[in-house]
């Protein structure tokens, strides 16, 4: 029974470091893509306060507004672009999407 116990807590430990592995790859991916394609204009930390952002009125990408977007609208947005923004549906994939979602929520103030 005890050996089953430790078996069982081995692989819960075991199933949560690989989550975090990869949940740390997604972010180290979002944020070269962020780098490449959204800071010119949202600035290296998101707050949009470059003369691209501020002419153009952006939104903190760490702001409670921001960050209460589901990870769906966030992805919409950058799949479809909005306003000024271009759209990047044929430029990323949806992992590289998904990717930069997960790197946006790390702007979170």
């Known amino acids: 029974m005890e050996a089953d ?13 690989l ?3 990869v949940n740390i790859a997604a972010m180290a ?3 070269a ?3 490449a394609k ?5 600035g290296a930390d998101g707050s ?4 691209i952002g501020k002419s153009m009125g952006l939104k903190d990408l760490g702001s409670a507004e921001v960050q209460s ?3 769906t609208d966030l992805a919409a947005l950058i799949s479809n672009g909005k306003g000024k923004m271009p759209a990047y549906k044929d430029k990323l994939s949806a992992g590289d999407i998904s990717d930069l979602v997960k ?4 702007l979170k103030k």
Not at 38 to 42: L, T, Y
Not at 48 to 51: A, F, Q, R
């Open 69 to 71: 977007m589901s990870e």
């Open 38 to 42: 959204c800071a010119m204009c949202h």
């Open 19 to 21: 989550a975090l592995c």
């Open 103 to 106: 790197y946006i929520r790390t």
């Open 29 to 31: 991916d979002g944020g």
């Open 48 to 51: 949009g306060n470059t003369g």
């Open 5 to 17: 116990n430790r078996m069982k807590s081995r692989n819960v430990v075991l199933v949560a470091t």
């Open 33 to 35: 893509t962020f780098k």
